[in-house]
């Protein structure tokens, strides 16, 4: 790893973004718009709207992230981009921490967009620290990120990398706990939803709705998904490849 290298391709890579407006708008905007939508969902029922919300303004920055991220890896590699990068003195890790370190911007970003919009103008009511619960929102969306570039190295189009989110995401979002408790599955789904870090990012958020303090299974919680997005990253700089055959 060269921090040189690393920090000019987080510049690159944000300065694609800022010409992109409408991937702007899709990291920043439409997480607040499924979080009013869910809000209006809920309208006249805001103890049910306290008890999803905090968990979705985790969810929907991590499923946009997931998306942008796999897609854009993959588009540096069937244009040639990544090829070409990689026959200069730019190693993979430099690589994928760049891209980390510019849309770890962008997920600050979306954090603190989500998190006012819900904690301001949606009334969402949370007991704990409000600092913490902006942590676990970042967490989630570097989560999403970092499991975008990963999974890319395995999809040769766009369609492909599209539709890793069912497959990545989706049996996440079941197990996570937000629709049946964890602990009232049964015990070889309970076992699986244990492995998966959005399991960790929904408890983390449930229990901000309700401890006031900063507890530490929160703070391992949080802890957790920091190490998943990190075991995410790892993993894709051992298996990106230069291009797509």
Known sequence: MNLSRTLATARRVLAQLRHDPRTIALLLVVPCVLLTLLRFMYDGQPHAFDRIGA????????????????????????????????????????????????????????????????????????????WLLVAVALGDGLLGMALGLFVSAFAATEFQAVQFLPAVLLPQLLLCGLFVPRERMATGLHWVSDALPLSYAVDAMARLGTDSGVSGTTVLDLAVIAGAALLALALGAATLRRRTA
């Open 55 to 130: 968990a979705l303004l985790g969810i929907f920055p991590l499923l946009v992230m997931f998306l942008v991220t796999s897609v854009a890896m993959l588009r540096e590699r069937t244009s040639g981009t990544l090829e070409r990068l990689l026959t200069m003195p730019l190693g993979r890790l430099d690589l994928l921490l760049g891209y980390a370190l510019a849309f770890g911007v962008v997920a600050l970003l979306q954090a603190g967009a989500a998190c006012a919009l819900t904690l301001g103008l949606l009334g969402l009511k949370v007991v704990g620290p409000t």
